[in-house]
């Protein structure tokens, strides 16, 4: 059976929740970095991550597709 390809609609939605999902990932540790008193590594976090932090913007976001060759 063959794959059907995904439309646009369904593929943006896709990165939108795959960014949505490292945003909470990235609040939820900068929470717990905060919380036990890590703030270097909270401020860190924060300058890595700041545009994920800001805006969410899949049309934006450079997005890589990784496929697997046999070699």
């Known amino acids: 059976m063959?794959?059907?390809p995904p439309s646009e609609d369904e593929a943006q939605l896709r990165r939108v929740l795959?960014?949505?999902h490292q945003r909470d990932w990235c609040m939820e540790r900068l929470s717990?970095?905060?919380?036990d008193g890590r703030?270097?590594?909270a401020r860190a976090i924060t300058a890595e991550h700041l545009e994920l932090l800001e805006t969410l913007d899949a049309r934006r976001s450079l997005w890589v597709r990784?496929?697997?060759t046999d070699a």
């Open 32 to 35: 717990q970095l905060s919380l």
């Open 18 to 20: 795959a960014l949505t």
């Open 66 to 68: 990784i496929e697997r």
């Open 2 to 4: 063959t794959r059907v």
């Open 39 to 41: 703030m270097e590594e």
